[in-house]
């Protein structure tokens, strides 16, 4: 099933938020849904607040491997014909 309907299908919990007044009134006049917008912007900030938590919990790794390839190379450096 799409992602879309997916998230259309979960359920709405009501909150109450404070916001500057003048994004207000420029959302009101752009006609933007603040729901869809918080929504979305809620959910990119969650990516990249978790991308970066991985990034840091995995970094020994990810540098220990780095490593090994500029010492070792990687396995198919003798197949590729490029």
Sequence with gaps: MHAQ?????????????????????????????LSKVLEAGLA??????????WLEENRAALEAYNEHVEKHGVFSDGLRSF
């Design 44 to 53: 990119e900030t969650i990516r990249r607040h978790e991308r970066e938590k």
């Design 5 to 33: 309907n997916l998230k259309a299908r979960r359920p709405r919990k009501a909150a109450n938020l404070s916001i500057d007044s003048e994004l207000l009134e420029q959302a009101k006049r752009l006609k933007l849904n």
